[in-house]
């Protein structure tokens, strides 16, 4: 009878995981082998036929495609920048709102809700403030570092892409350290406090520790999104001025769909993507798991 009724619940289980199951393997393991096979070919993306060219659009990508190459470059600097400021100014707000008795849910809420938003609509938003709103505040407060060509000049365009993600994305990476910092127990810190530890060692040498998952996971998130970024880029600057903003995603997008209709290329160049972000995020997660246990 136990059997019978744990086949049951099985059975149950699976109708429910089944149709879940059913749209990830149409809708992304099929494409992502699909993308691996075109890899391989010159398709266009519109003709029915099509040659397979086996590795040499890897080979192209890899050693004769300067764009491309300085879209990695790009990205790679952009990806250094946001895993350190990303996680440095969540950790320091989720650090600071736990610290409030009061306002709590005033303050999650307000740095949270820009990550409800698109970021291409907020990208449209910090165009009109990059464009209209710092160059007037500039003029009635004299402050020269803001009247700036944020957009325009590629020496700031960056910056403004940082800017604009760090908007955006900071405040889930919080929420995640304000879960973690709930769990640590207070005992520990009024221990760390009896014993004459100051606020920043009680910080280091107790709390830090203690939320070193939340920080593997956090860093990993910022890793992989961050080597992903597409619409903070398209939606500020489109790449430009020049390609001088273009990330690995946008130079994808710009080969298979704008400019050169080589969707083989571009699912080449994707695979490459792919296999750096697994790459990365593996040496990550083994890195910090050993620090985890040492901690």
Avoid: C
Avoid at 18 to 24: C, E, K, N, S, T
Avoid at 218 to 240: E, H, Q, R
Wanted: aromatic share 14%; net charge positive; glycine share 8%.
């Amino acid at each position: 009878m136990s059997t019978i009724r744990k086949n049951k619940q099985t059975v149950i289980l699976l109708a429910f995981v089944l149709p879940a199951l059913l749209f990830y393997g149409v809708f992304t393991i099929a494409p992502a082998f699909g993308g691996v096979w075109y890899s391989l070919t010159n398709w266009n993306g519109l003709n029915p036929t099509y040659e397979m060219v086996g590795f040499a659009n890897y080979a192209e990508a890899l050693t004769n495609d300067p764009t491309f190459i300085k879209s990695v470059g790009f990205t790679f600097k952009y990806v250094i920048y946001m895993v350190i400021l990303q996680n440095a100014i969540a950790l320091t707000l989720a650090v600071f709102i736990e610290s409030r008795k009061r306002s709590k849910v005033l303050f999650r809420t307000i740095f949270f809700m820009p990550n409800m938003l698109s970021l291409i609509i907020g990208g449209f938003m910090w165009v009109f403030i990059f464009t209209k709103v710092l160059p007037i505040l500039a003029e009635h407060t004299g402050i020269a570092l803001i009247d700036q060509s944020w957009i325009g000049d590629p020496a700031y365009s960056f910056y403004s892409i940082i800017i604009l993600s760090l908007w955006g994305g900071v405040g889930y990476q919080m929420v995640i350290y304000i879960a973690a910092l709930q769990g640590v127990p207070a005992s520990l810190r009024e221990a760390a406090a009896i014993d004459g530890a100051s606020s920043v060692q009680a910080f280091r040498y107790v709390t830090l520790p203690m939320i070193y998952p939340a920080v593997t996971i956090g860093i990993f998130l910022t890793l992989s999104s961050s080597f992903k970024v597409f619409d903070a880029v398209y939606a500020l600057t489109g790449g430009g001025p020049g390609r001088s903003t273009q990330v690995i995603a946008l130079n994808i997008v710009d080969e298979a769909f704008r400019f050169n209709q080589r969707y083989g290329y571009a699912s080449a160049k994707a695979i490459i993507l792919f296999i750096i972000v697994l790459i990365l995020t593996v040496i990550q997660l083994w890195v910090m798991k050993k620090r985890e246990v040492e901690a």
